[in-house]
């Protein structure tokens, strides 16, 4: 029989992406707005992009009593001791908006070079049980910021995101090439070897 799932979330491209990986395992995921919480604001108060999961996780959980995922990521640059980081989406102030971030990002990196630029993309996925248990998978990007925007593609900081292996911007990535090396895309992974090892312990209890 399958099992619902809750997402902490309303986002199309985020249940797009987890709901592939949660089918494997009979989940039907669904977002917030189509259980009728579109309108829940959750305060994210954490520290870390662990606390922030957890909580977005939690609130829902107590809402529903249901299975709930919850997803938080950001981008942590070296020269900037890890900022934006848990800040990423409001870096440039609120309302958030992604060509401000970039901005700000620019003139925080201006006179570095691009040798010390090195940066990371964070996902942390955090999915828990009316049991009480809890699975956690985390997943990174290594990249380096560029000096200036280039691509048309993705959303974020991803027309400053270099991901020197290819060369190119995320934002010069096709949906599928990004989905396929992604931060969220490896927690994706490292959550669907949890997932299993839960069921199979599950099974012999």
Do not use: W
Not at 13 to 29: S, W
Not at 34 to 54: D, K, M, P, R, S
Not at 166 to 184: F, Q, V
Request: charged share 25%; glycine share 8%.
């Amino acid at each position: 029989m399958r099992k619902r799932v809750v997402l902490a979330s309303s986002n199309k491209h985020k249940l797009k992406e987890i709901k592939a990986i949660l089918d494997d395992f009979e989940f039907d995921l669904v977002a917030l707005d189509e259980i009728n919480l579109g309108h829940l604001e959750i305060e994210e108060t954490g520290t870390t992009f662990e606390e922030n999961a957890y909580i977005k996780a939690k609130t829902v959980a107590d809402l529903t009593g249901e299975i709930t995922l919850a997803d938080d990521s950001g981008l942590e640059v070296d020269a900037l001791d890890g900022a934006p980081g848990v800040y990423s989406a409001r870096y440039a102030g609120e309302p958030s908006n992604d060509i401000k971030n970039n901005k700000r990002l620019i003139g925080a990196l201006e006179g570095i070079p691009t040798s010390e630029r090195t940066a990371r993309f964070v996902s942390m996925i955090v999915m828990l049980f009316p049991n009480g248990d809890k699975l956690e998978a985390k997943g990174t990007l290594e990249g380096v910021i560029g000096h200036s925007p280039a691509g048309h593609n993705g959303f974020g900081y991803d027309p400053l995101f270099i991901v020197p292996e290819l060369n190119r911007c995320l934002a010069e990535l096709s949906t599928d090439e990004k989905n396929e090396i992604s931060h969220r895309a490896n927690a994706l992974k490292q959550l669907k070897t949890l997932l299993r090892n839960y069921h199979e312990s599950s099974s012999h209890q």
